[in-house]
């Protein structure tokens, strides 16, 4: 069925009016009439014709002059212009489409051709406005994943005082990306990633890559197990040619030590606030989702940080900025930025403001990410907010789990994420999930260490005790022929809130615990201060059997620790 379409007929000679007129309503299409260029946009702003007809040479405003109009009012809306016009020389007929026609029909009309063109551009319009359809749903539809994205991956710890960064992506999605979470014992992952590319296909594997840095750093993993479950799952989600280049930090803010992983990524830098020095670090594995098999390196570096220094980590995007010259941003000029910037907390915007001015009017060609850790100390937590809510969240359940850790298990694996697991799922209990890891960490470690090691707490006296500690600590875990850890965990309702009972006890000889054993030891001795925060944490701690059995209450809602 043939479209009706609306026609605005715009000639001063009233004989061509009529003809024209005749031969489109015969095609079923509607019909205005207008005798000048003014009535023409007149009756147009009135009615928003499908496809106009102008007369070029007309009174009162000439077809030029309304043809221009016309398109104006038209906005982003194809109408057609047809112009009639009797004009046979180049420049007339050239000025016909500079001023906004389509096309132009020569008088005498033939109707034959009038009506093949009226059907070509009925048809043009019908696409364009098909086209446009589809623009708007796939706007839309852009716009709730971009939502979804940002969500996913924006979250987490991004927002903490410690880190600043800048994600400036070429396209609607970004092929960077930026990830950070607190670990329960509170140490701070970072991730950046750069996936080849840009735009939606790029950024593809973000989302699962995001979903499993935050769900694993917020049950305990370590940083190396976390990158090799996301290699593991880029490498089966991602389609061959795409990879993700990336850096991934653990940052301790109370040791003052960090951890980095670099796969692919430029050399990041770190900045000694005190000295003014930089200390590049150069990436030694492969990037992620190119093979999960034996090629795929864990090669970190391992270094202190004091506070005040600063780790900075970026995408080639700034490395391989280009100007309008065609020249890249390079090493040299971000190393300038270094070595010109005499404020540690300037260099961050020195370096974004220095590779905006490089570029200038040059065309960007590449997401531009740059993100700097701060070494700190912690943010002490602010305990004001878990009575309230406590009291949004329903009532404590009665429920209890128990584990067993055989020789191979303390071996080998850390047992902390499978428990954490539990306790990060419960529901009322995400607000206290930083303090019981703390708790259970400790008694885990008390158990491993003191009653299946028999480690000597003594040796950590002194701040130089701490490396033979746990020197000896993994020569005897090494020669373990047998042991064994059995913990506990069990969660009861008391008014709003619930108690959570924690029961370890190791296959250790024990120890002959008194009070004298078991009272708090002044702050400056090294030894003794897992007991002291076990007491701060808890509403009881009490020893059981040969001393190699340990029982603690946490219950909540609390007071604010003093």
């Known amino acids: 069925m043939t479209e009706v379409l609306k026609i605005l007929i ?32 007149e009756l147009y702003d009135r009615g928003r014709h499908d496809i106009v007809l102008l007369d070029a040479l007309m009174p009162v405003k000439d077809g030029f002059e309304a043809a221009m109009e016309i398109r104006e009012l038209a906005g982003e809306e194809l109408v057609p212009i047809i112009f009639l016009t009797s004009l046979q020389d180049v420049d007339s007929l050239t000025r016909c489409l500079e001023s ?93 990633g750069d996936f080849t590319g840009h735009g939606l296909p790029a950024a593809i594997g973000a989302m699962p890559l995001a979903d499993t840095f935050y769900g694993m750093t917020a049950k305990g993993f370590e940083l190396e197990e976390i990158v090799r479950e996301m290699n593991i799952k880029l490498c089966k989600i991602l389609p061959s040619g795409i990879f993700c280049c990336g850096a991934a930090l653990h940052i301790d803010m109370v040791e003052k030590t960090a951890r980095l992983w670099l796969g692919g990524v430029p050399d990041c830098y770190l900045y000694y606030a005190d000295q003014g020095q930089v200390l590049p670090f150069g990436s030694s594995n492969l990037p992620l989702g190119i ?3 034996p090629k795929f390196t864990m090669h970190t570096d391992e270094f202190s940080m004091n506070n005040g220094d600063r780790l900075f980590l970026w995408s080639d995007g700034i490395i391989e900025a280009e100007n309008a010259q065609q020249g890249m941003f390079g090493e040299d000029r971000l190393r300038a930025v270094f070595d010109a910037t005499h404020q540690p907390g300037d260099i961050y915007p020195n370096l974004l403001r220095a590779v905006d001015e490089f570029i200038g009017k040059g065309v960007r060609n590449d997401d531009i990410t740059l993100v700097e850790v701060l070494m700190s100390d912690p943010v002490a937590e602010d305990l004001h907010y878990l009575e309230e809510v406590a009291e949004r969240v ?122 004298q054993h078991t009272e708090a030891k002044p702050d400056t001795d090294y030894s003794g201060r897992g007991l002291r925060l076990l007491r701060q944490l808890c509403s009881r701690v009490e020893y059981f059997g040969r001393g190699n059995q340990v029982e603690v209450d946490f219950e909540w809602p609390r007071r604010r620790l003093e």
Do not use: C
């Not at 005749?22 to 946009?41: D, F, K, Y």
């Not at 959570?500 to 120890?511: N, Q, Y």
């Open 394 to 515: 329903p009532p404590a359940l009665d429920w209890e789990v128990n584990f067993r850790f055989s020789t191979i298990t303390l071996q080998n694996h850390n047992p902390m994420p499978l428990v954490m697991h539990v306790l990060s799922e419960t529901e009322g209990l995400k607000p206290y999930v930083s303090q019981l890891y703390t708790l259970i960490a400790e008694l885990y470690s008390n158990a491993l260490e003191h009653g299946v090691l028999q480690l000597d707490s003594s040796l950590k006296k002194t701040g130089a005790g701490f490396g033979r500690y746990y020197q000896e600590r993994e020569q005897r875990l090494a020669e373990m022929k047998q042991g064994e850890i059995r913990l506990s965990i069990r969660q009861v309702p008391i008014g709003r809130g619930g108690r959570i009972t924690i029961r370890v006890e190791d296959s250790g000889p024990g120890f002959p615990y008194t009070e």
């Open 291 to 293: 093979t999960a098999g």
């Open 10 to 41: 715009a000639e001063d000679n009233e004989t061509d009016r009529l003809i024209l007129s005749r031969i489109i309503t015969r095609e079923g299409h509607t019909v205005s009439l207008a005798m000048n260029g003014a009535q023409a946009v």
């Open 100 to 192: 906004g026609g389509d096309d132009f029909l020569s008088k005498p009309y033939n109707s034959l051709i009038l009506k093949a063109k009226i059907k070509a551009f009925g048809r043009m319009r019908s696409m364009h406005a098909d086209l446009r359809s589809n623009h708007r749903q796939l706007l839309i539809e852009q716009s709730v994943a971009k939502n979804v994205f940002d969500n996913v991956t924006y979250s987490g710890s991004l927002a903490a005082s410690n880190i600043r960064y800048s994600l400036s992506p070429i396209a609607m999605f970004n092929g960077d990306t930026v990830l950070a979470q607190h670990r329960p014992d509170g140490g701070l992952h970072v991730f950046l």
